[in-house]
Every structure is written in C-alpha cells, then in structure tokens.
C-alpha cells in the first residue's frame, strides 16, 4: 500500500471528553486508501521543528476525503494539536502499518477498548458493518465522563469508579459477557493500555477465541527505520516485531506483551 504525505487542513477540533480531543482534517488522498487499525505519523507544525518527532494516531474515522483523530491531551505536542483551528494545517504521512484482518468470516466482533484505546474502533466498526458481522462494543474507563461511545454499536461500559455500567474493568465486563452465550461465532478486537491486553489475550486464549489485539508503540519513524518500537514474537525466526511496520495490529498468539 503506498504512503502518503500531506499537508491536511483542520476542519473542526473539539473535546469529546475529559482531556480528549477529536480532530477532523481534510486529508483526500490518506482518507481515500486508509484501511482500519492503520495511523498516521503527525507533525504538529510544519513550519517548525518543535516538537522534533512525528506523533502516531490511529485513523479513528474517515467520510470521505475527511479523516478524523482522537488523542488525549498529555504534553506540549498534543497540546499544540488540541490548539488547531478551522484552516490551520498539519502534516501527516499515512496511512501506515498494517490493518486489522477482516478477510475471513466473522459471527459476532466483540470489540473491547480501554480508554483512549477506543480510537481505532469507529473506523473498524464501519467496515464490520459493511460485512454484515454482529457487533458488540465494550468500553472501559476510569469515569463516565471519559466514555466515548460516537460511531460504535451496541455498547456496554464498564467504569472503575462505577459511575456507568459494570464497576470493575473492561475485561471483567467481557467475561461476564462471554458467559452469557450470547456471542455465537466470536472474534476479539482490543486496544488499550498494555496490561488490559494482556489480560485480554489471557481470556481469549483461556476460551479459545480468535484475539487481535491494536498495540499503542512509542515510535520515532513510524516506518522501521529507527527500530525504536519492538514487541516480542512468540515463534518465528525474528525474536522481535516492529509495532510500526509488523502491527500495529497483531493476533494475540503472535507476540508476548
């Protein structure tokens, strides 16, 4: 899939949640061959080397030539993002890695996301709707007023305060879910912090359900030049993966997080 660069205009920034922003920009050419689970690398300003590094953000949604972003406000780059207006610009490279596996059939997609993890989720959402998969979407977070539930289907939530849903985590609310038999056929989507996914990978291998699992990397390059993102692989001849190039989407047997 070729990568491209662009220089996208802002078309709204808006909080969406506590401390989290949803970005849209005009992006024709990055909207128009981004597939789900893929990002892109950000530079904030283009007219300045602060911050030095591109930032990775998952293509939460595109429509058209739009594509939209979602992060959480944490430091002076993101800062600076969250301060874009209508018509400002930022330059990205996209879209890159490799996207989530849709090729085989699916009965029910219990998609499973714990905090900002949610990004990548709308977009894949859409694309299992179009292959006419059932789709259950549960979400965790600290607090009900940092749920994000635009564009998903059927969601449950679990909060660790108890404010929504089930007190307790995300993966709590799946094994109680995955009990009730009521998820014919099922296959895992998850992202978030990594230990959610590690004990997301447990109870997939536990139930034997196929897990893919979006990994959040800290990159420099976001192309495997700079080797800056290894995850380790369970078998093959490579001992490391690159979240980068190799993800960052991966089946949960794959790697040891």
């Known amino acids: ?41 950000v530079r904030v300003d283009h007219r300045s080397l602060y911050p030095l590094l591109r930032r990775p953000f998952s293509v939460s949604r595109t429509d058209g030539e739009v594509c939209e972003l979602l992060f959480n406000v944490v430091g002076p780059g993101t800062e600076r993002l969250a301060a874009k207006r209508a018509d ?20 029910t997609a219990v998609i499973v996301a714990g905090g900002l993890g949610v990004a990548p989720f709308p977009f894949l ?7 006419g998969a059932r789709i259950l979407t549960l979400l965790g977070a600290r607090t009900r007023a940092m749920v994000i539930r635009d564009h998903l289907t059927d969601v449950r939530v679990a909060t660790d305060d108890g404010s929504e849903g089930l007190k307790g985590t995300v ?23 990594t230990p959610m996914l590690r004990a997301l990978s447990a109870v997939a291998a536990a139930r034997d359900i196929p897990c893919e699992l979006s990994l959040e990397g800290s990159m420099a390059c976001g192309v495997g030049l700079c080797q800056g993102c290894p995850v380790e692989r369970t078998a093959g001849g490579r001992k490391y993966a690159l979240v980068c190039t190799d993800g960052p989407t991966f089946e949960s047997t794959e790697i040891t997080l």
Do not use: W, Y
Not at 88 to 107: A, Q, V
Not at 171 to 193: A, H, M, W, Y
């Open 125 to 131: 959402t859409a694309a299992l709707e179009k292959k």
């Open 171 to 193: 993966v709590d609310l799946l094994e109680r879910t995955l009990s009730g038999g009521q998820t014919p056929n099922p296959k895992i989507f998850g992202c978030g912090p």
């Open 1 to 41: 899939m070729t990568m491209r660069h662009e220089l996208a205009r802002v078309i709204t920034s808006r909080e969406v949640a506590r401390g989290i922003i949803r970005l849209a920009v005009r992006s024709p050419l990055i909207a128009a061959t981004a597939l789900p689970g893929q990002f892109v690398n």
């Open 88 to 107: 400002d610009t930022i330059d990205m490279i996209g879209p890159l890695g490799k996207p989530f596996c849709l090729d085989h059939e699916i009965g």
